[in-house]
């Protein structure tokens, strides 16, 4: 008899945000071999820390890495993923329609940041969870009309 596996939970939560303006989406060209991701495009994120709600995480998330406040905020969906370096996450997408400020990287040993159509993000982005949350973010776009 074979044994059964048991269902492994999310060692972590974390947050997606995708920031849509003038027909564009925000995405990160991750440049530190140091970090994960090193070498891809894809939505920016962060990790939510203890005690902290994903709602804060968000809104901390954005001011720390892009220097904006975000005004108006779509949760798209909360999903499980594994990053490329093994760890599993809770992860929290949003879309962020409207916010105050001037998008600024505040990380730039880190990535650079990029807007594109979505044809052309979904073409850049390489991993599963950045493409999703693109699709997500379009579709709900297109529904607004």
Do not use: C
């Not at 530190?32 to 090193?38: D, T």
């Not at 994120?45 to 904006?68: F, T």
């Not at 950045?130 to 997500?136: A, E, I, M, R």
């Amino acid at each position: 008899m074979a044994k059964r596996k048991t269902r492994q939970i999310p060692q972590k939560e974390a947050v997606m945000f995708v920031l849509y303006k003038d027909g564009k989406f925000l995405l990160e060209e991750r440049i530190n071999p140091k970090k994960s991701y090193y070498g891809y495009t894809k939505v920016p994120a962060g990790k939510v820390e203890d005690g902290e709600s994903h709602q804060a995480a968000l809104a901390r998330e954005i001011k720390e890495e892009l220097g904006v406040k975000a005004l108006e905020i779509v949760l798209l969906d909360s999903f499980e993923n594994v990053t490329n370096i093994g760890v599993h996450h809770l992860v929290h997408a949003y879309l962020v329609q409207r916010f105050e400020g001037e998008v600024e990287n505040r990380e730039p040993k880190n990535s650079n940041l990029i807007w594109l159509s979505y044809k052309k993000a979904m073409e850049k982005a390489r991993f599963a969870d950045s493409k999703y949350v693109l699709f997500l973010a379009e579709r709900r776009l297109n529904e607004e009309g």
